[in-house]
């Protein structure tokens, strides 16, 4: 069930990104048309079409003109394009375009750690080298400060 609950808080934020990070439509015309897939990785049909008419249906109401969506996990992957990438000339998304997100995922890693030391997976005061090797000051520095964005740490890019 615990696992279950984590996948569909998963979905939940993947669809969510692509409400926040996927389109900045100039119109409210959407054209949300499933362009390219790879989603018959172990995934239910039924479980596929769900996504497809949520991503769809979120596509709409939002006038996002397109949007790549990836989920990964134990029972299969997802990886779906829909809409197009260029308004003007109908150019359709493709799964291998390049999209910075931004500061987007901080929000979503955050909530997923909170959730996560909420079912005692966790704890915020746990050290980053617990889980990720070759962090310097890693056994030093807490997952809360890195929540709090107060780690010390510069970009690793």
Not at 18 to 29: H, I
Not at 65 to 81: K, L, R, Y
Not at 103 to 120: C, E, I, R
Request: charge should be negative; proline fraction near 4%; glycine fraction near 12%.
């Amino acid at each position: 069930m615990a696992a279950r609950a984590f996948r569909r808080c998963r979905l939940l934020a993947v669809v969510a990104v692509l409400v926040l990070v996927a389109g900045c439509g100039q119109d409210s015309t959407s054209q949300s048309t499933s362009t390219s897939a790879r989603a018959d990785n172990g995934l239910d049909a039924g479980v596929v079409q769900r996504l497809n008419d949520t991503i769809n249906k979120t596509m709409d109401e939002t006038s996002i003109p397109g949007a790549i969506v990836g989920i990964w996990g134990p029972d299969g992957d997802f990886v779906q394009t829909f809409g197009v990438a260029d308004q003007a000339g109908g150019e359709p998304m493709k799964t291998d375009f390049y999209h910075r997100i931004g500061s987007q995922t901080k929000t979503f890693t955050v909530t997923g750690v909170l959730q996560l030391a909420d079912q005692g997976k966790l704890g915020l005061d746990d050290p980053i080298s617990k889980f990720v090797d070759g962090v310097p000051e890693g056994d030093t520095i807490t997952l809360r400060q890195l929540a709090r964005m107060q780690s010390g740490l510069p970009n690793y890019s």
